[in-house]
């Protein structure tokens, strides 16, 4: 048996120990939050419902329940799941933006996120203003971003002069090819993909796959949530299947993808692996 | 917001150069983050609302063909059309009462507008940035602030204007008392960054309010005109008295707008209670429209 190294964590129930071979552990999270579920969600409307006595109806959502994860160092962890299951919350919560309602999450490192395609670009903007717009949103400084701005465009592999040009002229694959290519050149110690492997053509999927690769072997951790099941087999050494809000398995991605086709009773079929 | 922790034990290095870099995300006490962490990164960050002003005015500006001109032809020609109900319809347009009407509305509405702009400007900010909002953590306040400055560099302009139009229309009205370039111009700065401070509280709270109900910025646009008709920009602060002067303590931008007067129209320090009130207000606006924000935030994510 194997003893790891612990450091000292400070949390809200006191210090405890975590190990230094973990980049991320999740204990006992659950994540809830209210919807407005009025077709209008206008102060109109709520004057109108509180005049007549009414409550403008909510809904709570309880996105993920009781989860517990522990995610080393150098893991490439695959998350499958219908839509609804919570997929999205989890990687938003990892990240820090959606903080929990129960439970606590404790990540080693730095992350780098491509949670939503376009990750806030400004369409009127070129692709270079808009790489140092999202170095600096992802914590950079302006000298750091700017030192890191010519690995990133060649890295997009963008048209010759389309890095200069508004955003807005870019097709949807030149458009997700700079996203991804900020994401993955933050040199993150912890990478959270959502969907976001389908950018581009064939050849920049390849050059994705091969720097994901270089970041495993550095031993960074990623964590992918794709319904491209194909991808998951291909990438991640664990996957986790997600359901309601719960972890229904966790291990082999061969495994976890077997049972998750199993339980949507389709095959593997090309469709199925690739896009679902 | 989390806690960050840095540790200098010697890790398992998992990669080159790692150093552990510890972050808790726990449920927030009483819907609010852990307040010192929140600052400290709101501070760290604050190049990025900086940027994000700078190049959200360069992508404004770059396809219209009058750029920036706009921001000094908008409140010129609207104080022209004020100016023409006030003072022409009144009587009196061309003398010396007339200039000193035409720079109170010019004054008036520069600054007026530059809080209008805080305010409105802050308030679409968090659901117009809305992948940013589902992209990467941070605090969301960096959002309302940055629009904040783009607005104040809107405003910085409209100064000189404003001294020109005095140079040339003393130039025209010898005997005007309308003062130029006084030692009351030191309370200018304070009287600005008290403003900034009121507006960016209140843009705080009418940008959460955007969030839950999306007709708010359309609901802003009427409720500020009618602001302006209470403000003290188109009357004088000396027009009213007894208990009418409560209008302006009563206003959060009315103090403010007051002391803007007394300065540049009358060649005066701001009153004392325009002092406090202006104070009272930032200070309100701050904390009140502070704790509405953050104790907000996390649902943002999932309402955008």
Known sequence: ?276 | MSEEQKSSAPGEAPTPGFVPRIQVFEPHRASLPPLGSYLREFWKRRSFALELARFGDKAEYLESNFGKVWLILNPLLLAMVYYLLVAVLRGGAKSATGLTTLAHILIGLFTFYFAQNVINNGAASITAGGRLILNQAFPRTLLVLSSSISSFWQFLPTMPVYIVVVVIGKYFYPKTKLPLFNLSYVWIPLIIILLAITSFGLALIFATMNVYFRDTSKLLAYTTRIWLYASPVLWLPSMVHGWQRSAIFINPLGPALAATSNVWIEGKAPTHAEIIMMFVWALIALCAGGYFFISRERDFAVRI
């Open chain 1, 1 to 276: 048996m194997t003893t790891s190294k612990t450091i000292k964590v400070k949390t809200a129930s006191g210090m405890i120990d975590f190990p230094t071979d973990m980049a991320v552990r999740i204990e006992d999270l659950s994540i809830t939050y209210k919807i407005n579920v009025d077709t209008k969600r206008t102060l109109k409307n709520a004057i109108m419902r509180a005049s007549k006595g009414e409550k403008v109806r909510m809904r709570t959502v309880e996105a993920i329940q009781h989860l517990d994860l522990d995610i080393p160092h150098g893991s490439v962890v695959g998350i499958v799941g219908a839509n609804g299951a919570g997929k999205s919350t989890l990687m938003r919560s990892i990240a820090g933006i959606m903080p929990p309602t129960e439970g606590r999450i404790i990540v080693n490192g730095k992350i780098s996120t491509l949670l939503a395609l376009g990750v806030g670009f400004n369409p009127a903007l070129s692709g270079r203003d808009n790489i140092i717009l999202g170095g600096l949103a992802a914590g950079l400084t302006k000298e750091e971003i700017t030192a890191k701005a010519d690995e990133i465009i060649d890295f997009a592999g963008l048209p010759e002069g389309f890095i200069d040009m508004p955003v807005r002229t870019y097709s949807s694959g030149m458009y997700g090819r700079v996203a991804f290519s900020v994401a993955v050149n933050m040199t993150p110690d912890i990478l959270l993909l959502d969907e976001a492997l389908s950018a581009g053509d064939a050849s920049f999927k390849e050059k994705s796959f091969n720097r994901m690769r270089e970041l495993c072997e550095e031993a960074r951790t990623i964590i992918i949530v794709s319904h491209a099941l194909q991808t998951v087999t291909d990438l991640c050494d664990t996957a986790i299947w997600l359901h309601k809000g719960k972890m229904i398995a966790k291990g082999e991605p061969e495994e976890i993808v077997d049972k998750y086709l199993a339980f949507l009773k389709v095959g593997k079929l090309p469709t199925s692996m690739e896009d679902m």
